[in-house]
């Protein structure tokens, strides 16, 4: 595990903000908004995947949003801040803040993970 003066030497500014202080990027300004390339979603810290791309829907709040994270890569933590009760979620493997979940989602797992762009990266899928 890295301190948090390593992660800061390592990422950039806005990535060290969100991925290791919990802060969340502007709205409808992340890089994977709109991505609808095949692949998988990573961690931007460490490199876990977490999201696989058929799980990412158009849920118009700003922030990429999928239908389910990869089993066992994501933990759940209760969150209260400004006033709200919500879930965090976290890289399991790193402790990166990716964002949130809601029981809001339009498919059958009802879930919808609101996560940062910039807390991941992106592998496309090889053609096949």
């Known amino acids: 595990m890295k301190s948090e003066k390593d992660w800061k030497k390592e990422l950039d500014e806005l990535s060290f903000n969100v991925c290791r202080l919990g802060h969340t990027e502007a709205p409808f300004t992340g890089k994977f908004l709109h991505q609808k390339e095949q692949g998988v979603y990573l961690c931007k810290c460490c490199q876990t995947p977490l999201f ?6 158009d849920s118009g709040c700003g922030w990429p ?18 006033g709200m009760q919500r879930t965090e979620i976290k890289c399991i493997a790193c402790d990166s803040h990716l964002g949130h979940v809601f029981d809001d989602g339009p498919t059958e797992t009802g879930a919808r993970y609101c996560v940062n762009s910039v807390s991941m990266d992106f592998t496309k899928k090889a053609d096949d």
């Open 65 to 82: 949003s999928f239908d389910a994270a990869i089993e066992g890569k994501v933990k759940y933590l209760e969150d209260t801040s400004h």
């Open 52 to 57: 696989y791309s058929d799980a990412k829907f």
